[in-house]
């Protein structure tokens, strides 16, 4: 996935937030995406015009595939998270993070 791509559905996504609250807007953001199948998106400069997430079919398919993956574990991230289970959170946004999240 097109790194430009993430940073601005990310922009788009936590502009429509009244607060940041980690957890929840990874979550948020991750389910938005996974929801929108990764859609193209206009620029927002207008500068020139649509753009994608990945630049072939194959990779748009991998990328849906591992956002489906990521989904899952930001939901039982924010689940752990809502229930008071921070090592059980701190496991889940560890394997969102490919093992680098950042250590407590």
């Not at 500068?47 to 849906?64: I, N, P």
């Not at 090592?87 to 946004?93: H, I, V």
Request: aromatic share 12%.
């Amino acid at each position: 996935m097109s790194s430009f791509y993430l940073e601005m559905r990310a922009a788009q996504y936590m502009a429509t937030q009244k607060s940041f609250i980690p957890v929840y807007d990874a979550h948020g953001l991750i389910g938005h995406l996974h929801d929108i199948g990764l859609a193209a998106m206009n620029d927002p400069k207008g500068a020139g015009g649509r753009f994608y997430a990945c630049s072939t079919d194959a990779k748009a398919a991998e990328a849906l595939s591992k956002l489906n993956t990521a989904a899952t574990r930001a939901s039982k991230a924010l689940d752990a998270y809502s229930n008071s289970e921070p090592d059980t959170a701190f496991y889940y946004l560890d394997l969102l993070f490919g093992g680098q999240f950042p250590a407590r």
